[in-house]
């Protein structure tokens, strides 16, 4: 089955450590994207990567970090700078980047962080 | 900056009654993506809209787009428990993609 996984589903932290959100799809995309969902709102981009080794800040890259060593890999590093972590975060991917070509998206299923 | 605004933020209804979101613009959008979000789920990709004045239909969802592509509505017929969900717009201006806040859908029971 083609798709975009995400692990785990729910993640509790203390405050003050910082946490890896993993992120993993087979569906060969270029493009991969790290939103932040709180409840009630819309969808915030945190980081997007465009291609192996290269990705951008979204509107709210503050007290996180990716990586984006394999094409098929996007973990989502929240540090302990980051002042409100607790959230649902998603992962997508799309054939190219969807700013550029109005790509869709296809998500996975989420993680959930509470960091108390 | 840009904005795609989204109203109305919830809608009640009662089974069998319809259901419209509208997506407003601050800007031209190239082209305006829908999803659907089922509680406690993950964004779905429903559908794109490229040309202006473009309705399409997918059984009881109808989706526009308007003639100055600044504005998107999705409208649902007679809506049913397996439509209960958020549904977001995604408008594409100047190589962003804006994320409208989404309209819930709740059915009445």
Redo the contacts between chains.
Sequence with gaps: DGGITQSPKYLFRKEGQNVTLSCEQNLNHDAMYWYRQDP??????IYYSQIVNDFQKGDIAEGYSVSREKKESFPLTVTSAQKNPTAFY?C?SSIGV???G?Y???????TRLTVT | GQQVMQIPQYQHVQEGEDFTTYCNSSTTLSNIQWYKQRPGGHPVFLIQLVKSGEVKKQKRLTFQFGEAKKNSSLHITATQTTDVGTYFCAGLSNYQLIWGAGTKLIIKP
Excluded: V
């Design positions: 009630g709102q819309g969808l915030r981009l998603l997508a969807s700013s550029f109005g869709e998206q296809y998500f996975g299923p989420g």
